[in-house]
């Protein structure tokens, strides 16, 4: 569905929240691979009062099988369950690294790049080439005119 119109303007009737900032994020260890969780905030982060009434998102990030990367991404987990598909699932052996400016899932010869700082930016690095990258105004949060 498209929400703007052209690049700049809002379709009336809608409020958009774009992602700014992977505001925290955490390593999870397991014996099939790491995993990658990050609270992702709409606007940057610079005191402790600026995390009041603003809306998150969290991203996951996993392996489920070697060279790939999975991308889950949920603003409010509870009510009716998500429409979900089956997916074989291997041991991927992912490796998670974490560095002052950036997060990595690193699956066989994929990597996903979390960067940390005050701009949102998650790349896919193979053979040290960005396939793909998600930049400002590429990941939001929609709301209609009545909140939902």
Do not use: C
């Amino acid at each position: 569905m498209k929400f703007t119109n052209g690049f700049w303007l809002m379709r009336e009737g809608f409020d958009v929240l774009y992602a700014a900032q992977a505001y925290s994020t955490r390593i999870k260890h397991a014996a099939a691979g790491d995993s990658v969780s990050a609270l992702v905030t709409p606007k940057v982060i610079n005191h402790r009062g600026a995390t009041l009434n603003i809306a998150t998102l969290n991203v996951d990030l996993d392996a489920p099988a070697p060279d790939v990367i999975r991308v889950r991404v949920a603003h409010h987990t509870g009510g009716t369950p998500a429409l979900k598909f089956p997916v074989t699932q291997t041991e991927s052996g992912a490796v998670a690294n974490a560095s002052e400016s950036y997060t990595t899932l690193t699956s066989g010869g994929l990597t996903a790049k979390l960067h940390t700082g005050t701009e949102w930016n998650l790349e896919f690095i193979a053979e040290d080439r960005v396939l793909t990258h998600q930049r400002s105004r590429s990941l939001a949060i929609v709301n209609d005119a009545d909140g939902k």
